[in-house]
């Protein structure tokens, strides 16, 4: 708002009281007000001849003030303003007419100028200045931003809980592989050695014609317990 209300002060300061646009080549007279140089001369060339002895006084258009035409100086600082002026209306140009974009068609959403609008194209179409739209567009735009973050909000809600969701069925995971796979599988040569430790014990009833096992098979003992435990119980 502050940066369109400096701009709105400037173009008024560079705007020539008697054209009424932008000042071209500007002078300056002795009051302090600055004119177009042609608007200027042509204003002076317009007022009442004095006598041949006496210097032509004029009143300064604005504040009616006395100056004299050798009063006039070019108003150099004011021209570079006015110039940068020029510049920034460029960047809002009508490309197809080179005419500043002051209007606003609502039919087809688009800045156009004023004589996009007697176009055929633009012909019977709905029109309005581009600063009697702006609040209303404005408006509808910050409805859409607060829409857009509440949408951003939400998605970043869905986001967090899906995380929580999966590190939930991790965890009820790890607790059913507990449950089916309690520990790791045991081989079978572990309990093959200690069984045949007990074949290879003495015979404890008394019993003389009993011999132990290992005496009747020596490499029974020995196989077992060398062998490789199968397959399908290594891990």
Known sequence: MASATSSKKMREEATCSICLNLMVEPMSISCGHSYCQACILRFL???????????QVSPCPQCRAPFQRASLRPNKQLGGLIEAL???????????????????????GQLICWRCERAPRHQGH?????????PG?????QKAMTKLR????ECVHQKASRGK????????????????????????????????GRLSEPDQTGNPDKKPCVSLCPNLT?????????????Q
Request: hydrophobic share 30%.
């Open 45 to 55: 060339d317009n007022q009442p001849r004095p006598p041949p002895a006496l210097p």
């Open 86 to 108: 020029r510049e920034m209306d460029c960047d809002v140009c009508c490309e197809e007419h080179n005419e500043r974009l002051q209007l606003f068609c609502e039919d087809e």
């Open 126 to 134: 709905s029109t309005a200045l581009v600063e009697d739209v702006c």
């Open 137 to 141: 567009y404005k408006e509808k735009l």
């Open 150 to 153: 509440q949408l951003e909000e």
């Open 165 to 196: 969701q999966i590190t939930e069925w991790n965890v009820s995971l790890r607790v059913l592989r507990l449950q089916l796979f309690p520990g790791p599988a045991r081989g079978v040569g572990g309990d093959w050695a200690k069984h045949s």
């Open 222 to 234: 020995t196989s077992v317990e060398s062998s490789p435990a199968p397959s399908a119980f290594r």
